[in-house]
T-cell receptor, first 110, second 112 residues
């Protein structure tokens, strides 16, 4: 089983829709998690960190469920500019590499 | 503030030629450094990571190598490129646990 798994999509949603992505991780010792956004032919950019208590940044909400070993990203009121690939990342310990999921593609349609 | 520089942005090389990609980080000390490769339409593949000068961990056996001659310098090399080495190469750094990765702009390598 891969360490971090995501539904590859694509998710095709209309503008204004709410969309949610889940990401499961297999290493129960993973300690920190992040969501990244990657636009076509660009480097991934940090979208938000994921805290145990859940956190929100504008239209974006991230949640962590340690019991079920998944993290989620909720995007409300989708914009055309939200179209991108969303990558989840888990980190086990300070000197081990971060593990990326393969990404979920989102297309927001007018 | 911390910045990461990666060059060149694009590169076209013939099969069998050598490769050297350089990445430098500014504004931080003793970062953990990473090289990733992303084939077209695929996910990120970790190639190498380093937690200190001269310390290199290889994740995938292949004809690539990495070196860290200075604290904030990370170099990806190959003696002879293969067609399968084509891809988008990304350098990244982090300060450690609970800190996110920060990526360079990437190098798009085409081996012909």
């Amino acid at each position: 089983r891969k360490e971090v798994e995501q539904d590859p999509g694509p998710f095709n949603v209309p503008e204004g829709a709410t969309v949610a992505f889940n990401c499961t991780y297999s290493n129960s010792a993973s300690q920190s998690f992040f969501w990244y956004r990657q636009d076509c032919r660009k480097e991934p950019k940090l979208l938000m960190s994921v805290y145990s208590s859940g956190n929100e940044d504008g239209r974006f909400t991230a949640q962590l469920n340690r019991a079920s070993q998944y993290i989620s990203l909720l995007i409300r009121d989708s914009k055309l500019s939200d179209s991108a690939t969303y990558l989840c990342v888990g980190h086990h310990s300070g000197n081990t590499p971060l593990v990326f999921g393969k990404g979920t593609r989102l297309s927001v349609i007018a | 503030s911390q910045t990461i520089h990666q060059w060149p942005a694009t590169l076209v090389q013939p099969v069998g030629s050598p490769l050297s990609l350089e990445c430098t980080v500014e504004g931080t000390s003793n970062p953990n450094l990473y090289w990733y490769r992303q084939a077209a339409g695929r996910g990120l593949q970790l190639l190498f990571y380093s937690v200190g000068i001269g310390q290199i961990s290889s994740e995938v056996p292949q004809n690539l190598s990495a070196s860290r001659p200075q604290d904030r310098q990370f170099i990806l090399s190959s003696k002879k490129l293969l067609l399968s080495d084509s891809g988008f190469y990304l350098c990244a750094w982090t300060t450690g646990l609970n800190s996110p990765l920060h990526f360079g702009n990437g190098t798009r390598l085409t081996v012909t």
